[in-house]
């Protein structure tokens, strides 16, 4: 049986003040990500453009940073960031599985690789709609 942790991508939408990071993003997409991730009953982190790796729980204020307008120098460095951070996350853990686009995956899926791990992105290529019901639908119960 492999041990899992999934990755979350942050979102656009969010509250309007502090709370949980579970609880501050608050688009749909999110929201289906969220419950698809706890129905697993598995360890998830948040991918946060900007506060980097996010334990569910803690409690972060909104912002506007994204990954998507980041040089790519920028994008390295919070990645390195969030590797750093992610390191006590991956005890015991042999499989990452990503629900997060290509730009928040582009330099850390390939480290992860490096270290061994076995990774999972099984939304890649799918449209935002095409996410939403595939969070929504037989899937969740894979």
Do not use: N
């Amino acid at each position: 049986m492999s041990t899992e942790l999934y990755l979350v991508s942050c979102v656009k939408t969010k509250g309007p003040g502090p709370a949980p990071a579970k609880d501050l993003y608050a688009s749909a997409w999110f929201r289906k990500a969220r419950a698809y991730v706890e129905k697993k009953a598995r360890p998830w982190r948040i991918l946060s453009a900007q506060y980097g790796l996010v334990h569910p729980e803690r409690v972060i204020r909104p912002y506007e940073q994204t990954l998507k307008t980041m040089p790519v120098a920028d994008r390295r460095a919070w990645a390195e960031t969030v590797l750093a951070e992610l390191g006590p996350s991956l005890a015991g853990v042999d499989t990452v599985v990503f629900l997060a686009g290509q730009v928040y995956r582009e330099f850390l899926l390939p480290a992860l690789l490096d270290r061994g791990l076995t990774v999972c992105v099984p939304m890649a290529g799918l449209s935002q709609g095409r996410q939403l019901s595939w969070l929504g639908g037989a899937h969740s119960d894979d």
